[in-house]
């Protein structure tokens, strides 16, 4: 007997970056964001490897609809998920602008408030998933 095994199917040579895209999106029906699938860089952002290179997915996602980025901009969600490359919930801005709405949402990671954690019996640690995002924390 074969084992029946579940295979990612990778993108056609001949795809378009447009086919590319849409192959590893999965829409949320509740937020409408269109969720990265493939591989995910260190910060929870899609990539794809365009010519031996990683690019990140919402950035291309943009291209593709708006055109080239100017330089000096950064590709922001509205919808604060880094996974998504819907464009309607992607906007320019300067990266200055992009980092105080991390602040001020409280987006950036945080490190632990006491870096001996491990060493202290009432603490324990916890891991978190959340929408394909590890966190782990004491």
């Given at each position: 007997?074969?084992?029946?095994?579940?295979?990612?199917?990778?993108?056609?040579?001949?795809?378009?970056?447009?086919?590319?895209?849409?192959?590893?999106?999965?829409?949320?029906?509740?937020?409408?964001?269109?969720?990265?699938?493939?591989?995910?860089?260190?910060?929870?952002?899609?990539?794809?490897?365009?010519?031996?290179?990683?690019?990140?997915?919402h950035r291309l996602a943009w291209s593709v609809r708006h055109g080239p980025i100017p330089p000096r901009m950064d590709v922001c969600h509205r919808c604060d998920e880094r996974r998504c490359v819907n464009p309607e919930h992607l906007f320019l801005d300067s990266h200055a602008n992009n980092m105080a709405d991390r602040g001020r949402k409280a987006r950036a990671r945080r490190k632990l408030a006491f870096a001996d954690y491990r060493a202290r019996d009432?603490?324990?640690?916890?891991?978190?998933?959340?929408?394909?995002?590890?966190m782990k924390g004491g």
């Amino acid at each position: 007997l074969r084992r029946m095994s579940k295979r990612r199917v990778h993108c056609r040579p001949g795809w378009t970056l447009q086919q590319r895209l849409a192959h590893y999106i999965k829409v949320d029906p509740v937020s409408g964001c269109h969720l990265w699938q493939g591989a995910v860089n260190d910060g929870g952002y899609g990539t794809l490897a365009i010519g031996g290179r990683s690019q990140r997915a919402h950035r291309l996602a943009w291209s593709v609809r708006h055109g080239p980025i100017p330089p000096r901009m950064d590709v922001c969600h509205r919808c604060d998920e880094r996974r998504c490359v819907n464009p309607e919930h992607l906007f320019l801005d300067s990266h200055a602008n992009n980092m105080a709405d991390r602040g001020r949402k409280a987006r950036a990671r945080r490190k632990l408030a006491f870096a001996d954690y491990r060493a202290r019996d009432d603490v324990a640690m916890v891991r978190l998933y959340y929408r394909g995002l590890h966190m782990k924390g004491g």
